[in-house]
């Protein structure tokens, strides 16, 4: 039950992400949805992870953070 518990925190994270993201919404417009969803799941289940570069990642601190925008459209760059 602990897995599953950390899987749907991952899900919920990944919604947030594209729900917020700007080009990713504008590039699923342009490819459609089931075109998207396909390329991301063949990104997912048939790409090695760099663990290399996953450490490095790690070792080094940064931030992801989410940017609201009410008026996205006009305000584009800013994002």
């Known amino acids: 039950m602990r897995g599953y518990h950390y899987l749907m925190h991952i899900a919920r994270m990944l919604n947030e992400m594209a729900l917020h993201s700007l080009y990713l919404t504008e590039?699923?417009?342009t490819v459609g949805v089931h075109s998207f969803i396909k390329?991301?799941?063949?990104?997912?289940?048939y790409s090695e992870l760099d663990t290399g570069r996953l450490r490095r990642l790690t070792e080094s601190p940064g931030q992801l953070r989410l940017v609201r925008e009410e008026n996205w459209k006009a305000s584009r760059l800013a994002a």
């Open 39 to 45: 390329k991301f799941y063949e990104a997912m289940t």
């Open 27 to 29: 590039h699923v417009k």
